[in-house]
């Protein structure tokens, strides 16, 4: 029994200690994460994993590990680890996550089905709500697909080549190629080197070679990355490490954070550099791109304002240099997740990367148009080539020659981020086209008005567009939505109307236009019911009340009657030739008294209106007396006309 104690004893005692052990190697990885040293956590977590410590928590991290080193299939398995087995432990955020992995690998309609139970998790998700209201983006995209021809970039090596900018004749992109390979100068995020900028093509000693920019004011011992460069080369904005007198800054978690600096450029030396006055200790403000009026910086941050994990910023560059208060593009460019890498046409196109709007996998590249500072217009996919199911970034592009670059850590690239080469043979249709029909009518009569012309009219009066309608009243006019404009229907002899369309999505939409008469154009004696195109008053066999589809007609006339007030009119009646004529006065003189009684009764002046019956006397047809006429044709002859007397 001693022994048996004994033993159990030992045991509890090692399975405590080794207890306490693993939560102190957890408590030693999760500093590692949470500082954003990945890989270092990473390799912690799968030994404390393969020795049976499992937790929601430990899976949701190394997860996590991976995905942001776009490690997205070891990153899939643990993200299924997790919803399996801590389904209760899983929000919202991991099966977004959790899709995203699986775009990655091709398995797309299994990430629908993560995003659709997604989107039952949230509330006001703009991912979820974009992913409801299209689901079939995966046709949208492929729309939008097969526009490029791609490249490799004939300078990348077999280490990471990405951001590439416009930088006098040539380029400059940043890379890990050559930063001594020592282990103190690896960034613990993804265990690489540190990266540096260098330029290729820029100028004579840079042709067909790649040279290392100033290491004295540009490169340092940590990251130097994305950068955009004015138009005339004096001035270079770029990222880099927080980094001051050769000393990096951490903040309270012990991450060092990303700034961006700006140097000067004279004859080809780097001077006066500067970091922005938004940059910050606690948090990021990274990857710059200039306006094409260069009055405008774009960049991305996880500042206070920021929607997601990263959003896209701009602020304004005064004219003596200085800035104003940078301002979030707003939530129909940026989501919950990351948006990131800006970069801005000649055109004013917006071109970035997101894993926030409906993609292939990983960060693919979206544009958008953003004239007259608006930022809620149509975003679009790209499409492939350009996207692809790993991450796609830092695109750049160049209007006049419809050639760019942009970066992809693809599998089929040569190092574990490349640089490709891309023509546009078809451009993306970025503008918000929105298709309006409908039809134009005489507002009293209802009838058509075939040849009317309807005009599209933007917020500054100017035309964009104009048509007729067609034999059937119809038009149909596009429209550009992601601006107001006005719809105006147009008609000789009748009062224009209008109809204004707010900014809105591209979901077609119907205005119908019922157009007034600007006057009644019709002389003495002249039969009103024609000039209003009104369908004919017609009466029952031997009867003289008022049919319901007559009545709608006189409606009209009455309608006409006190948009006019002077107008006055004569009700003349027929019959047609069956029965004796006698009695065919009298019927008809029936029929106009009932016209007349209801039209005073609808509240139109007994002094406007006369009635008379002609029987039988004028008929419209050859249907007399012994005809041989079917019903149809006598009842063309049972009638109301409504003849102006003044």
Same mark, same amino acid.
């Given at each position: 029994?001693?022994?048996?104690?004994?033993?159990?004893?030992?045991?509890?005692?090692?399975?405590?200690?080794?207890?306490?052990?693993?939560?102190?190697?957890?408590?030693?990885?999760?500093?590692?994460?949470?500082?954003?040293?990945?890989?270092?956590?990473?390799?912690?977590?799968?030994?404390?994993?393969?020795?049976?410590?499992?937790?929601?928590?430990?899976?949701?991290?190394?997860?996590?590990?991976?995905?942001?080193?776009?490690?997205?299939?070891?990153?899939?398995?643990?993200?299924?680890?997790?919803?399996?087995?801590?389904?209760?432990?899983?929000?919202?955020?991991?099966?977004?996550?959790?899709?995203?992995?699986?775009?990655?690998?091709?398995?797309?309609?299994?990430?629908?089905?993560?995003?659709?139970?997604?989107?039952?998790?949230?509330?006001?998700?703009?991912?979820?709500?974009?992913?409801?209201?299209?689901?079939?983006?995966?046709?949208?995209?492929?729309?939008?697909?097969?526009?490029?021809?791609?490249?490799?970039?004939?300078?990348?090596?077999?280490?990471?080549?990405?951001?590439?900018?416009?930088?006098?004749?040539?380029?400059?992109?940043?890379?890990?190629?050559?930063?001594?390979?020592?282990?103190?100068?690896?960034?613990?995020?993804?265990?690489?080197?540190?990266?540096?900028?260098?330029?290729?093509?820029?100028?004579?000693?840079?042709?067909?070679?790649?040279?290392?920019?100033?290491?004295?004011?540009?490169?340092?011992?940590?990251?130097?990355?994305?950068?955009?460069?004015?138009?005339?080369?004096?001035?270079?904005?770029?990222?880099?490490?927080?980094?001051?007198?050769?000393?990096?800054?951490?903040?309270?978690?012990?991450?060092?954070?990303?700034?961006?600096?700006?140097?000067?450029?004279?004859?080809?030396?780097?001077?006066?550099?500067?970091?922005?006055?938004?940059?910050?200790?606690?948090?990021?403000?990274?990857?710059?791109?200039?306006?094409?009026?260069? #009055? /405008?910086? !774009? =960049? *991305? &941050?996880?500042?206070?304002?920021? $929607? @997601?994990?990263?959003? %896209?910023?701009?602020?304004?560059? +005064?004219?003596?240099?200085?800035?104003?208060?940078?301002?979030?593009?707003?939530?129909?460019?940026?989501?919950?997740?990351?948006?990131?890498?800006?970069?801005?046409?000649?055109?004013?196109?917006?071109?970035?990367?997101?894993?926030?709007?409906?993609?292939?996998?990983?960060?693919?590249?979206?544009?958008?148009?953003?004239?007259?500072?608006?930022?809620?217009?149509?975003?679009?996919?790209?499409?492939?080539?350009?996207?692809?199911?790993?991450?796609?970034?830092?695109?750049?592009?160049?209007?006049?020659? #419809? /050639?760019? !670059? =942009? *970066? &992809?850590?693809?599998?089929?690239? $040569? @190092?574990?981020?490349? %640089?490709?080469?891309?023509?546009? +043979?078809?451009?993306?249709?970025?503008?918000?086209?929105?298709?309006?029909?409908?039809?134009?009518?005489?507002?009293?009569?209802?009838?058509?008005?075939?040849?009317?012309?309807?005009?599209?009219?933007?917020?500054?009066?100017?035309?964009?567009?104009?048509?007729?309608?067609?034999?059937?009243?119809?038009?149909?006019?596009?429209?550009?939505?992601?601006?107001?404009?006005?719809?105006?229907?147009?008609?000789?002899?009748?009062?224009?109307?209008?109809?204004?369309?707010?900014?809105?999505?591209?979901?077609?939409?119907?205005?119908? =236009?019922?157009?007034?008469?600007?006057?009644?154009?019709?002389?003495?004696?002249?039969?009103?019911?024609?000039?209003?195109?009104?369908?004919?008053?017609?009466?029952?066999?031997?009867?003289?009340?008022?049919?319901?589809?007559?009545?709608?007609?006189?409606?009209?006339?009455?309608?006409?009657?006190?948009?006019?007030?002077?107008?006055?009119?004569?009700?003349?009646?027929?019959?047609?030739?069956?029965?004796?004529?006698?009695?065919?006065?009298?019927?008809?003189?029936?029929?106009?008294?009932?016209?007349?009684?209801?039209?005073?009764?609808?509240?139109?002046?007994?002094?406007?209106?006369?009635?008379?019956?002609?029987?039988?006397?004028?008929?419209?047809?050859?249907?007399?007396?012994?005809?041989?006429?079917?019903?149809?044709?006598?009842?063309?002859?049972?009638?109301?006309?409504?003849?102006?007397?003044?």
């Amino acid at each position: 029994m001693l022994r048996k104690i004994l033993f159990t004893i030992i045991i509890l005692f090692f399975t405590v200690s080794n207890s306490i052990g693993q939560e102190k190697v957890l408590e030693r990885a999760n500093e590692k994460y949470e500082s954003y040293s990945f890989k270092p956590a990473i390799d912690i977590y799968k030994k404390v994993i393969d020795k049976g410590y499992v937790s929601a928590d430990l899976l949701k991290k190394l997860a996590n590990s991976y995905y942001y080193n776009a490690n997205y299939k070891e990153a899939s398995n643990i993200y299924k680890r997790l919803v399996e087995e801590y389904e209760s432990d899983v929000t919202p955020e991991y099966y977004f996550r959790y899709a995203q992995t699986l775009k990655s690998l091709d398995l797309y309609d299994e990430a629908d089905d993560l995003m659709d139970k997604f989107s039952q998790m949230t509330s006001g998700d703009y991912r979820a709500n974009s992913f409801n209201e299209d689901i079939d983006y995966r046709k949208e995209i492929k729309e939008n697909s097969g526009r490029y021809t791609i490249e490799i970039f004939q300078y990348n090596t077999v280490y990471s080549e990405f951001a590439p900018s416009y930088y006098k004749e040539g380029l400059i992109f940043s890379s890990d190629r050559d930063t001594g390979n020592l282990a103190k100068y690896r960034h613990t995020w993804n265990s690489k080197d540190f990266l540096d900028l260098y330029k290729v093509n820029a100028d004579s000693i840079s042709l067909n070679t790649v040279v290392k920019l100033d290491k004295d004011v540009i490169n340092t011992r940590l990251h130097e990355s994305t950068s955009i460069a004015t138009k005339d080369g004096s001035v270079l904005y770029f990222t880099r490490n927080n980094i001051v007198e050769n000393k990096y800054i951490k903040d309270e978690k012990g991450v060092i954070r990303l700034k961006i600096f700006r140097v000067k450029i004279t004859d080809g030396v780097f001077n006066e550099l500067e970091e922005l006055p938004f940059n910050s200790n606690d948090y990021s403000v990274a990857h710059p791109a200039l306006s094409p009026d260069e #009055k /405008t910086l !774009f =960049f *991305a &941050s996880d500042m206070p304002g920021t $929607l @997601g994990e990263s959003d %896209i910023f701009k602020v304004a560059i +005064n004219d003596d240099g200085t800035f104003g208060t940078p301002e979030n593009l707003g939530n129909t460019i940026n989501t919950e997740a990351r948006e990131t890498f800006p970069f801005l046409t000649s055109e004013e196109v917006l071109y970035f990367s997101s894993d926030g709007h409906p993609g292939l996998g990983g960060l693919d590249v979206f544009g958008t148009k953003i004239s007259n500072n608006n930022y809620s217009g149509i975003v679009k996919n790209v499409g492939e080539p350009i996207n692809g199911q790993l991450d796609d970034f830092t695109f750049i592009f160049n209007d006049e020659d #419809k /050639t760019g !670059f =942009f *970066a &992809s850590n693809r599998e089929s690239g $040569l @190092g574990n981020d490349d %640089i490709y080469s891309f023509i546009e +043979n078809v451009p993306l249709e970025l503008d918000c086209r929105k298709l309006i029909t409908g039809t134009v009518r005489d507002k009293i009569s209802n009838q058509i008005l075939v040849g009317s012309s309807v005009k599209v009219i933007n917020e500054d009066n100017k035309e964009e567009s104009t048509t007729l309608t067609d034999s059937n009243g119809n038009y149909e006019v596009y429209v550009n939505c992601s601006e107001g404009n006005f719809i105006r229907a147009f008609m000789d002899g009748y009062i224009p109307s209008e109809s204004y369309l707010a900014k809105s999505d591209a979901s077609p939409e119907v205005i119908d =236009f019922y157009l007034e008469r600007d006057t009644v154009s019709a002389g003495f004696g002249d039969d009103l019911a024609k000039l209003l195109q009104l369908s004919t008053i017609y009466f029952d066999l031997n009867k003289y009340d008022i049919r319901p589809d007559a009545e709608v007609e006189i409606q009209k006339i009455i309608a006409a009657m006190e948009k006019y007030p002077s107008l006055k009119l004569k009700v003349n009646s027929h019959t047609d030739s069956r029965g004796k004529d006698a009695y065919n006065l009298w019927l008809s003189q029936k029929r106009a008294e009932s016209t007349v009684g209801y039209m005073v009764l609808k509240g139109i002046s007994e002094d406007r209106l006369q009635g008379e019956g002609f029987g039988e006397t004028k008929l419209v047809n050859n249907c007399g007396n012994n005809s041989k006429c079917s019903s149809k044709e006598h009842d063309l002859n049972r009638r109301s006309e409504f003849i102006i007397m003044e």
